[in-house]
């Protein structure tokens, strides 16, 4: 029996594509085990699944002053010991990671034991722990056709970001059942609404009075994030989160408004959903999602609406303007080959554990 180890951790999105990968691997009879944080988001996403974890001591390394500058290291140098003991304890015959810090010492301890290695880098430009890991991988995965200039090149292979089989299943009927919304009527869905959602809550909201005779609209706003006075507000639906049904309100969905996350828009690009992007402003993050949604906008999949530019009027016309060029918006979508990253990452990591038996 073949043998991997998954690590990736510290947000959902370093974990949810590792997600989407175990189904296949379990038809293909590999023995599967994940390395994470002791007490990150990892630790009960993987542990949902049955999946064998185990934890190491992680630490994050920043570009900027912090007091954690001078223990971190030595905790990054801890979790590289306790990688190398469970590398030695199960053998794997390949590593998949998906990032984060966590995952640094996992990629050095297979370095060690010339473990052959596969990283995904979602974003346009390599986090600084992929960058730091680069160097030991064999293969380096992205989800942008401009992530290529920053990688090696006889490293770097365009798969797009695996998605989660369960997501293409939805029933519309069921979404619209669920958020008991009419079948006559075009619905928004509205997602991205955890961190940073304070202005896409609010221009959404601000809205409704405009949007509600011609669409309806479901909103993922995010915990904490419901607004009671719009409770039974006929046509608008709101939640905090949204785990199973989401794919079923996917289905129901005419149109999506998202930020620009990487795992997001390629979740949202693997449904051919036309859609509208409001990226998170460079001042609240290093940029990325400017540079997602801008890659985006140039193949061709969304309209992007910066977050600075949004207002009662420029997001009711990007609305208006998507929902009417919604078929080309799919059509551009439907001949991306990106929607099919989860066949193509277990292709490499099938060609990795060929090359070392």
């Not at 640094?104 to 390599?126: C, F, G, Q, R, W």
């Not at 009419?182 to 202005?199: M, N, Q, R």
Request: net charge neutral.
């Amino acid at each position: 029996m073949k043998k991997i180890i998954l690590t990736g951790g510290g947000t959902a999105g370093h974990v949810t594509p590792n997600l989407a990968l175990i189904p296949s691997l379990q038809e293909l009879d590999y023995e599967i085990h994940y390395i994470g944080s002791y007490q990150g988001i990892e630790k009960k996403l993987i542990e949902t699944t049955g999946i064998p974890y185990e934890g190491i001591s992680s630490g994050k390394l920043r570009r900027y002053f912090d007091l954690k500058n001078f223990s971190d290291p030595f905790r990054v140098v801890k979790g590289y010991g306790e990688a190398l003991r469970i590398l030695k304890k199960y053998k794997p015959d390949v590593v998949f990671s998906k990032g984060g810090f966590v995952a640094v010492p996992v990629v050095l301890a297979a370095k060690h034991y010339h473990i052959p290695t596969i990283i995904h880098e979602s974003d346009m430009t390599p986090g600084l722990a992929n960058k730091l890991c680069i160097p030991s991988a064999r293969k380096v995965c992205c989800n942008f056709p401009e992530t290529l200039a920053y990688l090696p090149q006889d490293k770097a292979v365009l798969t797009g970001s695996p998605i989660r089989a369960e997501l293409l299943l939805g029933d519309r009927l069921s979404g619209l059942q669920y958020a008991h919304l009419a079948a006559d009527k075009p619905v928004i869905l509205v997602i991205g609404g955890s961190l940073g959602s304070v202005a896409v809550n609010g221009a959404v909201r601000s809205l409704l009075p405009r949007l509600l005779p011609d669409y309806q609209v479901v909103h993922i706003c995010g915990k904490g994030n419901l607004d009671e006075h719009l409770i039974g507000t006929k046509g608008y639906v709101q939640y905090e989160y949204v785990d199973a049904p989401l794919k079923h309100l996917f289905a129901a969905s005419d149109l999506v408004v998202s930020r620009a996350g990487a795992n997001s828009i390629c979740e949202i690009l693997a449904l051919r959903k036309p859609n509208i992007l409001i990226p998170l402003s460079a001042a609240a993050s290093r940029g990325d999602q400017i540079l997602n949604a801008n890659s985006f906008a140039n193949q061709g999949f969304s309209m992007v609406l910066e977050e600075e530019s949004v207002n009662d009027d420029t997001l009711y016309q990007a609305i208006c303007r998507t929902y009417d060029n919604r078929a080309q918006f799919t059509h551009n979508m439907e001949q991306s080959h990106l929607s099919n990253a989860v066949q193509t990452i277990i292709n490499l990591i099938e060609e990795c554990t060929s090359s070392e038996s």
